[in-house]
């Protein structure tokens, strides 16, 4: 769906992305993270041919954005990082609006816009776009970004500033759109977001690409896994004790076969077993640390 070959943008002496290779599949949710200025925005702006690349090539369904941005835009939908709406219109007037500039034809106009309201539980259909909070406001954007029925969508922070549940909300939606067929290339800061939802996840830093694998991918090659044995005793052992029971953590899956062993030939009581893999967070937390290290060692 898209493909990015060794692409560059400097602006003005700074350069904001460096040969930057990236392929997004068909129909999967691929997140984009990084720090603030890692060059995500203008990453998702040049696949959109808003802005050009200094060097390299972008490949939108196969189109080479640099001839044929203007025909790739209508299968496109685009929710910017901010997007302010015009105060004072409905939130109909407003979708309406952009109906007219999508050249939707009346009727298929409401009907999709009465749907969409619908799946995105927002009954505020009369009031002013001015007077809504920030979480139905958001909405909206990105009602509007689906009116014209797009295949690819390109969502600058989609969460940014929504409270907990209209994030829930909205990565769900999202998930449903997937489930529609969609390609989704999100970019956010809430790893716990990304986590859940994004099929890929690409990181950058300083503009260069870090790494980009499934999530399953990336916690076995840079993240860790932690076992946790529970069980109850009637004597006193050398375990760290919780709550009445013994407790013991490892990394070592082979440990966790010994205790078990034990747990059986003493006829202890195993209480539970869990297994932790790392969060995106934490490996991108240690993943930026070492980077940052390695370029210190090297300067
Ligand atoms: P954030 O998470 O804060 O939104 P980002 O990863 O989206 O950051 P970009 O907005 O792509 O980062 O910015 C990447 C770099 O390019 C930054 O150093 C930024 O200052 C620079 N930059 C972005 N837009 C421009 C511009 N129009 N003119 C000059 N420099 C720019």
Redesign the pocket.
Known sequence: MIELKNVT?S??Q?L??KDLNLTVEDGEIMGLI????????????MILGL?EPTSGQIEVMGRDMAKESVYVKQFVGYLP?ESPLYANMTVTEYLMFFSEIYKLPKRKAVARIDDLLGSLKLPERDRLTGELSKGMKRKVTIARTLLHNPTLLIL??PNSGLDPLTSFFIINYLKSLREQGKTILL?A?NLFHVEHICDRVAI?KD?ELVVCDSMKAIQKSLGRRDYQVVFYADEKLDYEREDGNYVFRTTDISQVASVLERISENEWALVNLSVRESALEEIYVKLMMETEQQKEATS
């Not at 990084?34 to 702006?45: F, M, R, V």
Request: overall charge neutral; proline content about 0%; aromatic content about 4%.
């Open positions: 943008k602006y003005h700074a904001a992305v990084g720090h603030n200025g890692a060059g995500k925005s203008t990453t998702l702006k802005i990082e600058d922070e970019s800061h950058l503009g």
